[in-house]
């Protein structure tokens, strides 16, 4: 049975950093794209970061472009998402997902597993 389970959030100031990490099992890691979504109150989920199945691209949403990276560890099974210099706008809860497919693709529809997600707030 596929499972995910995300952790690491919580609270922190602004231009504090968070590490993320998504923890699956019942699936071989290095066989998906992983990728971290997040959804704020009243606003649509959207795509943060991705890293492909064997870890070999990543792509990042413009707006964590240079801030957030991601990264895996197959033989953990285990994705992370460090998060560096957060603005109070990334306030959201953040959730991992799995793609079953090799390549990267920040589309919702794109995924067909997910985590049940760990709030982060950037608050002073």
């Known amino acids: 049975q596929l499972r995910i389970v995300e952790s690491g959030g919580g609270l922190v100031q602004p231009g504090g950093s968070l590490r993320l990490s998504c923890v699956v099992s019942?699936?071989?890691?290095?066989?998906?794209?992983m990728a971290w979504f997040r959804q704020a109150p009243g606003q649509e989920r959207e795509g943060v970061a991705c890293?492909?199945?064997?870890?070999?691209?990543?792509y990042f949403a413009d707006s964590v472009k240079g801030r957030f990276t991601i990264s895996r560890d197959n033989a953990k099974n285990t994705v992370y998402l460090q998060m560096n210099s957060l603005k109070p706008e990334d306030t959201a809860v953040y959730y991992c997902a799995a793609r079953t497919y090799l390549w990267c693709s920040l589309n919702v529809r794109d995924f067909n597993s997910w985590g049940q997600g760990t709030q982060v707030t950037v608050s002073s």
């Open positions: 890293t492909s199945a064997q870890d070999t691209s990543t």
């Open positions: 019942g699936f071989a890691l290095n066989n998906y794209a």
